[in-house]
């Protein structure tokens, strides 16, 4: 069978992590042991980690199964962040040039190049006229002037 160099390297570099693996696990064998044939432990390892007096618990399905009768991080300081919702903000439209012709006509809001039907802060622009510029939002038009 014959290798390329790069198939030798590959194979070097995964005996390299398979000799690890098999040396860290007869150094971590009980560890190792105990966490995946271990039911008891794993029982043991939930009770130890909860903040209140712990009950003896026999069964891992029994712990999702508890009914907290307080805020138990409420002793460590811990509160959660609740988050009031804000109501949007309306965006104060400010319409700053118009420029119309037969083919193409734009308009600048604030600080944006615009033509019919393009959407600004949740208006679509309806109409440009030489002056003034139609915009609806929500099935409601109004307009904005030069100035």
């Known amino acids: 069978m014959n290798l390329t160099k790069s198939q030798k390297r590959l ?18 064998r009980e560890d190792y ?16 980690q ?16 508890l009914k907290w009768k307080r805020n138990p991080f409420r002793e460590l300081g ?3 962040e609740i988050k009031k919702k804000k109501a949007p903000q309306k965006v104060k439209l400010i319409l700053q040039a118009i ?4 083919n193409n006509s734009f308009v600048m809001i604030n600080d944006l190049i615009l033509k019919e039907g393009e959407f600004i802060a949740g208006c679509q622009i309806d109409k440009i006229y030489a002056n003034r510029v139609r915009l609806s939002e929500k099935g ?3 307009y904005l002037q030069t100035k």
């Open 11 to 28: 194979a070097v570099i995964l005996g390299i992590i398979l000799l690890y693996a098999a040396t860290d696990f007869f150094i971590n």
């Open 33 to 48: 042991l105990q966490f995946y044939f271990s039911e008891q432990a794993k029982i043991d390892t939930l009770t130890q």
């Open 50 to 65: 909860s903040i209140a007096e712990p009950a003896r618990v026999t069964h891992p399905k029994l712990v999702t199964e």
């Open 78 to 80: 811990i509160q959660p």
């Open 99 to 102: 420029t119309c012709s037969e």
């Open 140 to 142: 409601k038009s109004f």
